[in-house]
């Protein structure tokens, strides 16, 4: 292993971009670049955001609460899209500094709530509709271990892992082998915990659940890095058979659709303001209509 030997100035300025899938997204400052403001629908929760997994989390929750016959969810989804760099607009960065996907505005109340990072918004919901969440406890606190577990451990997995081995302009075995590493000893983690729980945080199905899959269950499914072979995926039984049953839930399905545009067309739905939108709104629908007109 003999990778390219770099020597780290004094002090480091950025001078280029980092190459790379996405690299045009990445810079060392924070703060708005334009202004826009954010279109604002009828639903008591505005959902801003893109089918990443991290976008993902929040969509299969609110589709979860709908399912569950939580009418006060209905929800706008929005779509934000961070290659063209809408969440670094005025009216993004004011509902998330950080300009990361998802955010989320509560208007269900006297006063607009903003609510970001995706674990800070599936606790947000489970709370505000008890729901996916035990109230007290050793099982709250064991949902929010997993939670926290999930939250501390993906950037390995997406930031690590996924890009050196998919996005990086180069590969490098150092850090490939490194983050490969970090991402077998996390799927072995979960192995173990799933060996005795149905759920990753005992019998009920959480939030824990709804953060953990949306990476690595889409990651041993193939749908993350196109590493589920490299990885060996499949010598986590356990993690598969508790992906594949997550995977069959309506509500999971639904949330995968929500703010993706990418993919097959019939899986995209790239605005979601009403439940009928899954039957009329998906674009394999909308773009032979544009292109009619």
Known sequence: MSDTTYTPPKVWTWEQESGGRFASINRPIAGAT????????????????????????????LEELLAAGHSGAEYDAWLINIGEGDQFGSGFVEVNPNSKIPALMDRSGDAPVRVFESGSILMHLAEKFDAFLPKEGAARAEVMNWLFWQMGSAPYLG??????????PEKYEYPINRFSMEAKRQLDVLDRQLADNRYIAGDDYSIADMAIWAWYGQLVLGRLYEAAEFLDVESYTHVLRWTKE????PAV????????????????LRERHDASDFDTKTQDKLEPAEADS
């Open 34 to 61: 334009h202004d826009k403001e954010l279109p604002v629908g009828e639903h008591p929760y505005q959902l801003y955001s893109l089918a990443t997994p991290n976008g993902v989390k929040v969509t299969v929750m």
């Open 159 to 168: 930031g690590g892992f996924g890009h050196f081995y998919a996005y990086a």
């Open 246 to 249: 997550i995977d069959a839930r």
């Open 253 to 268: 399905s639904r949330g995968r659709m929500v703010n993706r545009a990418f993919g097959e067309l019939h899986t995209q």
